[in-house]
């Protein structure tokens, strides 16, 4: 794992989020969570678009994965819809054994016991047990796609844990961690103040704590 994406993982999405805040860019993808909140994700984008197909003229949706570099995040488009998966136990197992860093779906899953069985992260708005078979169509992959309201172009970090996935494009990678490591290093010094008694708006006051993820106009 890139020495960035590993540092950016140990500090978790909370703090990135919040220098994603600052920087005003949109990367949270609100509603996406993981199958279990124990799971964590961090890698680059490695993109997949799916749309719904006609049964009488159905489409390949899974091919792609062989071609997903190790250590690579598999981020899935399918619009959100909770009405057929587009990953389920077969992709886990390939995906697993061929050490990605995981799998983020705005749509479904289906075969949610492998993943727990593997402890192989997939984030997604929701599990089922509805075949995408014959119902979505793979109609792009490594193009820029969405999560919901974030857009995902190949090879952005995403990290993920039990509060979700935050998306950071590629080229502001290093301005996030920066920011990031500014916040979480204010709100460590926080908690030991409170922890010796002190007030908890003192020591928000002291180190600026409603500052810290507020947008910068200049």
């Known amino acids: 794992m890139e020495k960035v994406i590993e540092e950016l993982n140990t500090m978790g999405t909370t703090a990135i989020s919040d220098a994603l805040d600052r920087l005003g860019i949109n990367g ?78 705005h749509g479904v899953c289906r075969d949610a016991m492998r ?23 793979c109609v792009g992959i490594n193009e820029p796609c969405s999560l919901g309201e974030v857009h995902v172009t190949p090879g952005d970090v995403l990290i993920g844990d039990a509060d979700g996935i935050v998306v950071i494009p590629q080229e502001r990678v290093e301005e996030v961690l920066n920011i990031s490591r500014e916040i979480e290093e204010a709100e460590e010094n926080i908690r030991q103040e409170i922890a010796k008694g002190g007030r908890l708006d003192e020591a928000r006051e002291k180190f600026r704590y409603h500052a810290l993820q507020t947008r910068q106009t200049s």
């Open 28 to 105: 949270q993808a609100v509603g996406i969570m993981p199958l279990d909140r124990t799971f964590r994700l961090a890698g680059r984008a490695f993109t997949v678009k799916t749309i719904p197909v006609d049964a009488v003229k159905p489409g390949n949706v899974g091919d792609y994965i062989d071609e997903v570099p190790e250590g690579y995040v598999v981020v899935l488009d399918n619009e959100g819809k909770p009405n057929a998966t587009v990953w389920g136990d077969i992709l886990t197992i390939m995906a697993h054994r061929n050490k990605l860093a995981g799998t983020v779906i």
């Open 115 to 137: 993943s727990l069985e593997l402890g192989y992260p997939i984030f997604s708005r929701g599990n089922t047990m509805r075949t995408g078979k014959d119902r979505v169509e």
